[in-house]
């Protein structure tokens, strides 16, 4: 079976020279040891030293050279904006404190439909957006960002 012996981070390589795909939702992205198979067939296994981040547009080098690309799946997701910066860090900080998955998009919050968290947030002055995208969350451990930038050397 067929290795990942390398992530290449979203814009650091030609999508172009992917022969497969994976489609995975943010759940799935992060994992340490799994076998996928790509769309058209490609089997392949991710085999970690420790749980790593997948990305939207990440390219996972096989051991023959070949690169599958890493594509988000459609996730329902609210997209949260606020009037000046002040309220956008309050924002931020009221989602923090209940543990919740965010992605940074620009200058607006994205976290997953919830109607408790969306009743909380229209409370506290958000405008809210409902949007249909992959969720890249922010990963909980800045020190390893994505799981980026190593090999795996098998």
Do not use: C, Y
């Not at 949260?80 to 998955?101: E, F, P, Q, Y």
């Not at 800045?142 to 799981?147: A, I, L």
Request: cysteine-free.
């Amino acid at each position: 079976m067929k290795r990942v012996t390398e992530v290449k981070p979203a814009g650091t390589w030609a999508v172009g020279l992917a022969r497969d795909r994976v489609v995975l939702d943010a759940d799935d992205r992060n994992r340490r040891r799994v076998v996928m198979t790509g769309d058209k067939g490609t089997e392949f296994l991710l085999d970690a030293e420790r749980p790593i981040s997948l990305r939207d547009g990440d390219g996972l080098v096989l051991d023959d050279g070949s690169i599958v690309l890493v594509t988000g799946e459609a996730e329902q997701l609210v997209e949260i904006s606020a009037g000046t910066a002040l309220d956008a860090v309050r924002l931020a900080w009221h989602l923090g404190n209940r543990h919740t998955d965010v992605q940074i998009v620009h200058d607006k919050i994205r976290i997953r439909r919830d109607h408790v968290l969306e009743d909380m947030l229209r409370g506290l002055g958000a405008h809210l957006h409902a949007v249909d995208a992959a969720f890249d969350p922010e990963s909980p451990t800045p020190s390893d960002e994505h799981g980026h930038g190593h090999q795996h050397g098998r």
